[in-house]
């Protein structure tokens, strides 16, 4: 796992995805220096909306790959943002998928992602674990 640094914004979502839908998301912000909501200057809306409007991607990447082969399982995938609002630096923390083809998939998508800029001086760090299901 990357290491992270104490005064960044640090966010960890929650969520369960399966093949028909993406749930909802659970906010944490942890840090020294996050003792007020003023600190955050990534609000937690923008994220889950930049998230949501680019989880059908995934969504399609999961169900090309279950073509090929039936997976299922969670990936932990962590990442940060620059000041631009790119995607500079990911990683995948833990996964029960078991297909390096599909979990690779998965960070390019999450790479090409794009958020809004900010005039933040350390990166913001996201973890978000996708969990897939089939229903066959």
């Not at 990534?42 to 969504?59: A, C, D, F």
């Not at 997976?71 to 990442?79: A, E, R």
Request: proline share 5%; charged share 20%; glycine share 2%.
């Amino acid at each position: 796992m990357p290491k992270l640094v104490a005064d960044c914004v640090f966010y960890e979502l929650n969520a369960k995805a399966d093949s028909m839908k993406f749930p909802l998301l659970t906010l944490f912000v942890l840090g020294s220096s996050l003792l007020s909501q003023e600190v955050i200057e990534r609000p937690r809306e923008e994220i889950q909306s930049v998230i949501s409007l680019n989880l059908p991607e995934i969504r399609y990447a999961f169900k090309k790959r279950l073509v090929e082969k039936e997976i299922s399982g969670t990936i932990k995938l962590w990442f940060a943002l620059d000041a631009s609002g790119a995607v500079s630096a990911d990683s995948i923390i833990s996964s029960t998928v078991n297909d390096s083809i599909f979990e690779q998939t998965v960070r390019l998508k999450v790479r090409q992602w794009l958020f809004n800029p900010c005039n933040c001086t350390e990166p913001t760090e996201i973890i978000y674990p996708f969990t897939f299901t089939s229903f066959n």
